[in-house]
């Protein structure tokens, strides 16, 4: 019950951020909040803002359990373009669905332990040793797809990008079970735990008898993994894998929902669910500057703002000065305290 | 040899051997034609890669450059068709607002400590946004001092041609190599590089150096982006997407370290002659396809990562067992 | 010897407290114009605090400073600086990326048509080492020098800033005999030139070599100033550790402790650079203590001994078995546990909460799958904390809050958890209050009676000899002799340290 009540105190600011977001754009737009039932699926402007804010959410889960460990994953835009590359040249040479998406998830996973490995064995710092396949990677991606969008026809596949279950689209379906999904994996075990203390002191760890190692590699595939499945997503949505396209500079959004979400980019504590609450709040505001008429760019400058609001309030000098004051405010009460 | 000229060195053989390979295949390729084209192709390249030389020596990041060449580009092209300036009060305003923008993300960046990583993010966001305020669409430059400007080349033997744009790279690399060497603020960028902490107890100004730094770098991105009108006689906000990350390759290739402190501002360009080679080649080669270049330079950066960190490791043995 | 009027640097009742600790108390130190003056003490002593109290580093909670018959009062060290005084550390304050010449001129290079006239900077910094008997090419980065003339480089840099008094902060610590020598000859010119010298430093043959007087420095307080030439070696020892001679009292409780079987044997165990080969062997219920001075080795033994740093040499055996500690995992697979000395970096996990921080180690054997339940892990730091009473508003209250003696009590607790059968700890009393002091000495002795085995690495030497049977005596990384059973005397401590320096110089 205490624990429930912290959760929901940690997630607070973005529950607050998100649901005034939402009004905001509704008081403009009261279309938004309709939601209707055709041919047993929902449709309507939440709805979308769940479906087009899938990619971001899934890889801000990984990006979390990365941040986590004091690290970071640039490569994610770029694998994702491998991904969705490697799901469509399977499908099209004739590859059952089944065999065609293993192969997706398993790449990403690859690329993860490449990533992994320049990061915990050859000690390289995450910035740099993920850049590497941030630049190959989409070349690596156009040359699976030599150049052309590679498109397909297979119902399966299509299905993943926009079919629907039980009335949702399939991309909000698979954010949501593999949110939950990896949420109850680090909180139910002790991976939240030990990932947390790598990331706040990994000597300490190491010397408390933590693999940090592993630990710091099976995050980066983690991050490879969600990047897989964000990769088929949206090749899945366009019928097609786009190498130059696919994921482009979404690793950038990935970091900023992670940090919308309020956790520090210097590691430690960690919470995926206030990730996917910021992966939420930014694709809120790119749907409600679309529908007020806006050109979608001015997304950009309203990013731009929301980082330097978060830097501000996360700076070690604001929070010192805002300590400050505090104090001195609690120091007048208590002199006009004892003047009473 | 000095243990900071290996990377160096290493840039220069690679470039050098490529070269040699490039000319043994296409004999073609050793004209001053295809040298004056490699310095004009990237000449935009080469002067942003100047400024983030100066940002990564000093063990920082920009990630800002590629959106203020295409808010520069927008910037000059809407003034321009707008009002009747002269191209070059344009430019001087432009470069003053890239500069401005690039101080004020270093003074963000240094009074709150944040990492430049996030920082410049944001301003990568916010210069491609106001790129987008100004125009969406691509806006062509007509002014008649753009052909004026255009029609500056120096001739070399052989029909090659040196145009404004490749001089001036060529001129800001070798500012910008007097800047590193025979400056106090250059020694400074190193000193910052080498330790924050050391270098403000021997009395380094870190925050004036950090703010100028990022000044530095905007104002070489703002020239960028006037060079980059020039190349393509019109601003886009959709262009140069990217840049950064070419530049952060070139400086890399270029032998400078990631973490800071050690590098040269002259290896940068050979990075950039490195990575325009590679483009030339598959241009001649005709059945390669573009995307070999993204990862061959990817495998390059790989390499160069490798080495220094190959090197860092033996000096450090070597200073335990010493 | 000059006369006593002639100081050149006088701190008068100097007081600094740091949040629960008063880590000065009334310290004064006068420092003489010629001469080179020894700064003693043991971790936590409180020297670096009266340095940094002189440079301006920390601003003094109390007291006076008087520099050249004025009173100073320096914000921060560039002013210390510019007034004369010039500080170098053990960790060359210096960039390793750039030349000798540009460190000894940035932010000062010469100038000309506005740009570095390196080739005028190389010259004036030609001239200004010639003073120093260095030959090396004022061209070359500082990293490609040894650390010696890195040294070398950062006292000319301070000297030709400051210039009236040089802090020397434990120059020597990397440096070989020849090294030493070399920087020592530049230590007595700078002496001959009028400069006050203060040298902090663990090496007492060194204080010996050099020094002409010697200021103790115990727990923040002053414990005496002397002529060197006149305070012999174990006497110096004896004021470091607080230990008055011929106090011979053999404390009780460890003289009957068990004979019984030897538990772990460690035969020609080390690892080149760090600790030479050593045989060590623990018995079931026995606290062996280790005593050495700062530098000596003690805590490159428990490293090695844990896995934390791999030996190199040499085989380790639990019951006459052979048995492989490469790594902290496996060790603690072989039920040890380890408590190191730099509780901040390498003990508690600052943000997570008190709770988290004693079930990691627990959590971290068990393996990730296998989570020690929220309620099994909430009845284990109720348990501690009311056994170690451990002092926290409550069990989720991020660790970092903590008191250092708490702090200490909830890492004991971590390893307590994992029912270790062989305990390292490493200055296990270090900067705790003097309560905290004794429970955790009892709490030694209590794990000792219930069978465990214990190495314990101290600088307290009483505590060490009321709780151990054996002492291992290290110097210059390397184990240099063993007291057992009667032998176990503060005084034989001392002479140990002493006797093997002895043994040392005389080579």
Known sequence: MNALKSHLLRLAPQIVVLIAVVLLISLAFPDFLTLQMQNGRIYGSLIDVLNRGAPVALLAIGMTIVIATRGIDLSVGAVMAICGAVAAASITSGHSLVYTLALALAVGMLCGLW?????????????????VLMVAGRGIAQLITEGAILTFNDAGLIFIGSGSFLGLPMPVVIWLVFGI??????????????????????????????????????????????????????????????????????????????????????????????SLLGAMIIQAINTGILLSGFPPEFNLIIKAAIIVLILVVQSPRVRDLLAWFGRSASREAAVKQEVK | MNPRYVPLAATVAIFLAAYALCFLQYPNMLSTRVIGNLLTDNAFLGIAAVGMTFVILSGGIDLSIGSVIAFTGVFIAVVLENTGLHPLVVFVLALGIATLFGGLMGAIIHHLEMPPFIVTLAGMFLARGMAFVLSIDSVPIKHPFYAVMKGFYYRLPGGGRITLIGGLMLLVFVVGILIAHRTRFGANVYALGGGAQTARLMGVPVARTTIEIYALSGFLAGLSGIVFSLYTSAGYSLSAVGVELDAIAAVVIGGTLLTGGSGFVGGTLIGILIMGLIQTYITFDGSLSSWWTKILIGLLLFGFILLQKGFLYLSKNKRRFA | MQGNDDIILSATGIEKVFPGAKALNNVNFQLRRGEVHALLGENGAGKSTLVKCITGAYRRDGGKLVLDGAEIDPRDTFEAQRLGIGTVYQEVNLLPNLTVAENLFLGRQPRRFGLVDAAEMNRRARALLSGYELDVDVRTELSSCSVAVQQVVAIARAVDLSGKVLILDEPTASLDAHEVEMLFAIVRRLKSQGLGVIFITHFLEQVYAICDRITVLRNGQLVGTRDAAALPRRELIAMMLGRELGDEIKQAGNAQASEGAVRYR???????????????????????????????????????????????????????????????RTAIRHRFGFCPEDRKTDGIIGDLSVRENIALALQARRGWARPISRAEQDRLADRYIAALDIRTSDREKPIRLLSGGNQQKAILARWLATNPEFLILDEPTRGIDVGAHAEIIRLIENLCEQGMSLIVISSELDELVAYSRRVIVLRDRAHVSELVGEEVTTSHIVEAIAAADKREAGQ
């Open chain 1, 181 to 274: 999904a990896i949420t109850l994996l680090v909180r139910r075990t002790a991976l939240g735990m030990l990932v947390e203390a790598l990331g706040i002191n990994r000597r300490a760890s190491t010397l408390s008898g933590v693999s940090t190692g592993v630990l710091l590699i099976a995050a980066y595939i983690l991050s490879g993994l969600c990047a897989a499945i964000a990769g088929i997503i949206a090749a899945a949505d366009i019928k097609g894998a786009d190498a130059n396209n696919a994921g482009l500079w979404l690793e950038l959004d990935a970091i900023l929902a992670v940090v919308v979400g309020g956790n520090s980019l210097l590691g430690g504590r960690f919470s995926i669910a206030a």
């Open chain 3, 266 to 328: 460690f035969r020609g165990y080390g690892r080149k650079g760090h600790i030479a080969p050593f045989d060590l062997e623990v018995r079931k219920g026995e606290v062996v203590g280790v005593a050495g001075l700062l530098g000596s080795g003690r805590t490159e033994t428990a490293e090695i001994l844990f896995g934390a740093e791999k030996a190199d040499s040499g085989t380790a055996e639990v019951d006459g078995k052979p048995i492989d500690i490469s790594s902290p």
């Open chain 1, 115 to 131: 990533n992994g490995i320049l990061v915990a064995v050859l000690d390289i710092q995450p910035i740099i040793a993920t850049l």
